[in-house]
């Protein structure tokens, strides 16, 4: 398998591995599509990056110490006591490990690492977080739980925390910990929505046109009519007030809008900031959006996961001192 794009923390060549300072921790953040690898120097600093197409859906027959030592193999060979942390959807029923969910409130200092021996040294993965509501049925959050940790610990803010995607999470802070969070479908029922039902029909391209896409969120932001209100992306097309280069922004926008007009449902106090975790320019129409809806938004800077596993790390005393 090969290690796909490696690239440094800032851009420009990649130092060779002897002119690397010397780094704390290696971390791993191994979602489903990609993996990245950090060189995570004291404080958390990130001395070295790279990335691969080697998410836990592209390994075949559970090929990750290959996967591993394809990206990071020169790191660790430099380095034998270099302690590993990984998060993410590694950690999960269909990654290397199962490391079972903890129950909110959980801070840094609440995350039992879950260690294996058998890559030749000790990999300690980040369990993931869950809560049940009033009527006991669990939502789940893998991965993001890290980045929150790591954008806290670059403002020390408590409030609310957006990670806009597939799965989009809201979550509260308070005192550090975790104590609340929620999951939309946002990202993963536009692409349904595009691909795979009559809306996409009238859609071309998939540059983002931010009228359009205002237009939509100003429409979607009553949390009581989305069902309905989804057909407009048809119906304008059909009564040419909606232009096909102009069709999908305004479906993103329906969504977006929609999902913060029902994340306010369950917290109602949004005077604050929100802190806004991810990809700048997703960050960046969430933004849009959450003016539009009266509310200000927040992008974190980038870093976050591994700030977040140099955190999770050092509260866990697996770090040298």
Known sequence: ????????????????????????????????????????????????????????LQIKDRAFAAALNDLAGDWLEADSSLPIVA????????????????????????????????????????????????NGVPDVMRGEETQIIG?????????????????????????????WFTTFMTGELFTALKDHTILGRMMAGSA???????????????????????????????????????????????????????ARLFVPDTSAPITIIGNPDLGERYKTALSICGLEGYQTPVGAAARGQWRIATAAGILAS
């Open 151 to 179: 954008a806290y610990e670059t403002q020390m803010q408590d409030g609310l925390y957006l990670l806009p995607g597939s799965h989009s999470k809201w979550a509260r802070v308070t005192g550090g910990a975790i104590t």
């Open 1 to 56: 398998m090969g290690s796909g794009c490696i690239k440094p923390a800032a851009g420009g060549r990649m130092p060779p591995s002897a002119a690397l300072p010397r780094a704390a921790l290696l971390g791993l953040d191994w979602g489903t599509t990609s993996l990245r690898g950090y060189l995570i120097g004291s404080g958390g600093v990130v001395i070295a990056e790279r990335a691969a197409d080697a998410g836990i």
């Open 208 to 262: 983002h046109i931010p009228a359009a896409f205002a237009r939509g969120v100003a429409y979607g932001k009553d949390p009581n009519s989305i069902m309905q209100r989804l057909f407009s992306t048809r119906a304008l097309a059909l009564f040419d007030d909606l232009n096909e280069i102009e069709a999908a922004s305004y479906l993103s926008g329906l969504l977006i809008g929609s999902e913060i007009a029902e």
């Open 87 to 134: 998060s993410g959807m590694i950690g999960a029923r269909q990654g290397w490990v199962e490391a079972p969910y903890v129950e909110i409130p959980a801070g840094a200092g609440n995350l039992p690492l879950h260690t294996i021996e058998d890559f030749g040294r000790p990999i300690h993965f980040v369990p993931g977080l869950s809560r049940h509501d009033e």
